[in-house]
């Protein structure tokens, strides 16, 4: 992993525990609108696909943790959203809670009901995720997204 990997990833676990711990800070209105309209709208560019619109939502530096505990940032994402490997059918968001630093920095927790699959195998399911957003140039882009996959007790 390179410098600037590293110090992507110790960011992304680091802020979310400090903008979480303030507690009792709302969000701006405007803010969490538009950060969950990034959401909807990326759920609705992975699902037609539309790599060339998820590319807009996603800054240059974009680093991903998926929830097989693979990395990729914004280049591999896209080529695997463009060829084909990334296939997802439908991505249902519910329990969304934004969580806001401030006006140029947003933090998002939600849960996805996902139908898809990666490679050939298939990666349906429940998923808990935490994406981390920065406003740049006026545009929200995505700037770390975390999954983790839920496990349904039997």
Same mark, same amino acid.
């Given at each position: 992993? !390179? *410098? /600037?990997?590293? =110090?992507?990833? $110790?960011?992304?676990?680091?802020?979310?525990?400090?903008?979480?711990?303030?507690?009792?800070? %709302?969000?701006?209105?405007?803010?969490?609108?538009?950060? =969950?309209? =990034?959401?909807?709208?990326?759920?609705?560019?992975?699902?037609?696909?539309?790599?060339?619109? %998820?590319?807009?939502?996603?800054?240059?530096?974009? *680093?991903?943790? !998926?929830?097989?505990?693979? &990395?990729?940032? #914004?280049?591999?994402? $896209?080529?695997?959203? #463009?060829?084909?490997?990334?296939?997802?059918? /439908? !991505?249902?968001?519910?329990?969304?809670?934004?969580?806001? %630093?401030?006006?140029?920095?947003?933090?998002? &927790?939600?849960?996805?009901?996902? #139908?898809? /699959? *990666?490679?050939?195998?298939?990666? /349906?399911?429940?998923?808990?995720?935490?994406?981390?957003? %920065? #406003?740049?140039?006026? &545009?929200?882009?995505?700037?770390?997204?975390?999954?983790?996959?839920?496990?349904?007790?039997?």
């Amino acid at each position: 992993m !390179n *410098y /600037s990997k590293l =110090i992507a990833l $110790l960011f992304a676990l680091a802020l979310p525990a400090a903008v979480l711990a303030q507690g009792n800070d %709302a969000p701006n209105p405007d803010v969490e609108k538009a950060i =969950i309209k =990034i959401e909807h709208d990326m759920s609705a560019a992975l699902t037609k696909p539309d790599a060339d619109a %998820a590319a807009r939502m996603l800054a240059d530096t974009f *680093y991903a943790v !998926n929830p097989d505990g693979t &990395t990729q940032g #914004k280049a591999q994402f $896209l080529a695997d959203l #463009k060829s084909g490997k990334f296939k997802l059918e /439908s !991505n249902q968001l519910d329990d969304m809670k934004v969580h806001a %630093a401030d006006a140029d920095m947003a933090i998002v &927790t939600y849960r996805s009901t996902d #139908k898809g /699959s *990666y490679d050939g195998h298939d990666l /349906s399911g429940q998923y808990r995720w935490l994406d981390v957003f %920065a #406003k740049r140039g006026g &545009t929200w882009q995505f700037i770390v997204s975390e999954g983790t996959k839920v496990e349904v007790a039997k």
